[in-house]
């Protein structure tokens, strides 16, 4: 609605350090807010549906009073906004979204909500409805261009396990960083398995054999390797865990980052096996 404002152009609007994960801050919750009146004109439907959503009982003030329900709901849904822990703050964008019938309407209050995070440094975004995780923009491009290759029919299953990994890594507020690292070297396999056209063939032959064959130069095939031998020796990842893992998150946003750059490479190598 006020895209270049002043204090917008010159960087001027206090920010926290970094990107938020865990909070979400009160300039971020009245934006939400004023997002919701932007986009709805209907509250007592959308205040039941964040009820239902969050698991909260609704207002009877408001169930009983048949002549104001929208007054009465408008007000009640900035109270949920603004009192909601931060975790329930991305499941009410999750449910705006649903919301919304057309997906013309959908795709602008994704632009709006996106932007708000942005502005705000929350670290996540709105993608298809779902709210999900941030990164580096180098590490994003990799991922966003992983997924679009994998959208092919015959990489089904690659794309399962990749979506698994992301959303492993996305749970809140402890991500599970063990399967996350299981699932994206799963993917990797997967889209070898394909290439190679043969199902049971594991990762570390499937990259030895193209490695002797030219097709990978050495030493980028021990890189590969490297990522896969990792996936194999952490407890809690492809061995039971005894004790506390120690597959931290970062470790875990590395190898899915490196696993979505082994599958863009895999798929265009595809083309000289």
């Known amino acids: ?23 979400v801050s009160e300039r971020a919750r009245v934006g939400l807010y004023h997002i919701v009146r932007q986009f709805f004109k209907k509250y007592y439907d959308l205040y039941k549906a964040l009820c239902i959503a969050l698991r909260i ?21 900035e109270k949920l906004i603004m009192n909601c822990q931060w975790l329930q703050f991305y499941d009410m964008c999750e449910v705006l979204w649903q919301g ?5 309407e959908r795709d602008s ?11 705000e440094h929350l670290g996540f975004e ?14 994003d491009a990799r991922v966003n261009e992983a997924r679009y290759l ?40 997967s889209v070898g398995r394909i290439i190679v056209k043969d199902g049971k063939a594991m990762l570390s032959d499937i990259i030895k054999d193209m490695a002797r064959d030219g097709l990978i130069p050495r030493p980028l095939d021990e890189a590969i390797q490297k990522v896969y031998a990792y996936r194999g020796s952490q407890p809690g990842v492809a061995h039971g865990l005894v004790g506390t893992s120690k ?3 970062d470790d875990a946003e590395f190898v899915l980052a490196m696993s979505a750059a082994i599958i863009i490479y895999l798929v265009k190598k595809r083309q000289n096996v």
Do not use: Q
């Not at 919304?100 to 013309?104: K, M, R």
């Open 126 to 139: 709105l993608k298809d409805g779902k709210v999900e995780k941030i990164g580096a923009a180098f590490i």
């Open 247 to 249: 597959v931290t998150i």
């Open 57 to 77: 009982p609704l207002d009877r003030d408001i169930a009983e009073s048949y002549l104001s329900w929208d007054y009465l709901a408008s007000e009640a849904i």
């Open 150 to 189: 994998l959208k092919e029919t015959e990489f089904k299953g690659a794309d399962k396990h990749f979506e698994k990994a992301l959303k492993a890594l996305n749970i809140r507020p402890n991500p599970d960083a063990e399967n996350c690292v299981k699932d994206a070297v799963a993917a990797i396999e």
């Open 1 to 23: 609605m006020f895209p270049d404002l002043f204090s917008k152009r010159y960087s001027l609007r206090p920010t926290p350090e970094g990107l938020m994960y865990g909070d």
């Open 100 to 104: 919304l019938e057309y997906e013309c």
């Open 109 to 119: 209050l994704s632009e709006e909500i996106n932007t708000l995070f942005r502005e």
